[in-house]
């Protein structure tokens, strides 16, 4: 239902006795009137934002100095969008932990990155090195072993060439004679001695290519506990969301990262977390939420870098949509907008609101009485 407001006229100086007055809208009122008319709460208004809990967007003044303009109601596709903080780097942190005693002789450099089959570190001139798996290396692989960790090492010396697939299977658990073969090829691109056994501390188990961000041990100093530091070579979005966000966000959202030299990329939702960690800060509980960049060279090689991301909750087609702004709060509850008619007559049209999209400003709204190509009241900004 349709709410008029009435209008009132502003007299000038010495109204009476001059020209007849101007009629003009008391651009903001006190409304009253029977009971089929509400009251429009006066003063600022606010609206929360879905994405913004905790805080506010201004959605109004209601005096009689504050300008307003028009607005036209519109029907499109609308998203529900809010930008956040986020911080660009690498998935994954792993550390290298030196298994056998002796002398640093050799290590790679910051940003060094160090693939399967490929020496980590060196001591006492005999390389360590790096091969893919989950299951950390834990124990001396020989002839007659299985275990996961025995697959792992089969998978890797398919993968690198020095068996084939009709020799052994990148899927076997045992430690056989083909293995056995592949363990002293590896050896021998190694330079050290092919004994066909892979000792404790020869080798070093991780899911991926390592990336270097950190060196531990010196160069010439002994090996004590962590050698290096580093991620994987995956591109990594990272944001610490308030927690009460959470829901809004779902894996497979799409989202596009700003980037430090203000270009834009695609990215997806990877994962969102469910542990709430307190701030260190004082301010709200965060969780973490991943995104994966759909085009990683897009990103060039930024490490710990800030970025914005925009992350897209939901989607309507067809929807009836106006500023937020134009959200006037009811006092008996939920929001109207305030239609400026062909006849230059104000009246309230009560709607419901549905999704809101944060960065740019407009809701999606239905109620009775509302149409596209209406025009309605916001204030000016």
């Known amino acids: ?70 607005a036209t109601v519109t029907r499109q596709s609308l998203s529900s969008q809010s930008e956040v903080d986020a911080t660009l780097g690498y998935a994954g942190s792993y550390t290298v932990i ?26 006492d001139g005999s390389p360590v090195v790096l091969l893919y798996g989950s299951t950390p290396a834990y124990r001396t692989l020989s002839s007659g072993t299985s275990g996961t960790d025995v697959q792992q090492l089969n998978a890797d010396l398919l993968s690198l ?25 590896l ?31 010196t160069l010439g100093g ?9 991620t994987s070579t995956t591109r990594q979005v990272t944001i610490a969301l308030d927690a009460s966000e959470q829901s809004e966000v779902k894996v497979g959202d799409p989202v596009a990262i700003s980037l430090p030299n203000n270009q834009t990329t695609p990215g997806v939702v990877s994962s969102v977390g469910t542990v709430a ?3 260190t800060n004082g301010g709200s509980p965060t969780v973490t939420v991943e995104v994966t960049p759909t085009n990683p060279a897009a990103t060039g090689v930024f490490d710990q870098a800030p970025v914005e991301v925009l992350i897209t909750a939901g989607t309507v087609n067809d929807a009836l949509v106006v500023p937020i702004d134009a959200l006037l709060a009811l006092a008996t509850g939920g929001y109207a907008v305030e239609e400026v008619e062909t006849s230059g007559i104000h009246t309230l049209v009560p709607v419901t609101t549905g999704l809101f999209d944060s960065a740019d400003n407009l809701v999606q709204v239905t109620g009775s009485g509302l149409a596209a190509g209406q025009r309605i009241v916001v204030p000016n900004t």
Do not use: C
């Open 187 to 217: 050896q021998a691109a190694l330079g050290v001695t092919e004994s066909g056994t892979l000792a404790v501390g020869q080798a070093v188990f991780l899911p991926s290519a390592l990336r270097v961000t950190t060196l531990s041990a």
């Open 98 to 123: 030196g298994r056998v005693q002796g002398t640093v002789t050799a290590l790679p450099d910051d940003g060094q990155v160090i693939s399967n089959g490929q020496s980590l570190y060196s001591v």
């Open 161 to 185: 060439g020095y068996v084939t697939s009709t020799e052994l299977s990148s899927t076997s658990d045992e430690f056989g004679y083909w293995t056995t073969v592949g363990v002293e090829k």
């Open 222 to 230: 002994p090996v004590n506990g962590a050698v290096l530091q580093g």
């Open 277 to 279: 960690v307190a701030s």
């Open 1 to 70: 239902m349709k709410t008029s407001i009435a209008e009132m006229t502003v007299g000038s100086p010495g109204a009476g006795s001059g020209p007849e007055e101007t009629p003009r809208w008391h651009l903001r009122r006190w409304v009253a009137a029977a009971a089929v008319i509400v009251l429009i709460t006066i003063g600022v208004v606010a609206v929360t934002d879905p994405f913004k809990s905790g805080q506010t967007a201004v959605i109004g003044v209601r005096d009689n100095s504050y300008p307003t303009s028009i």
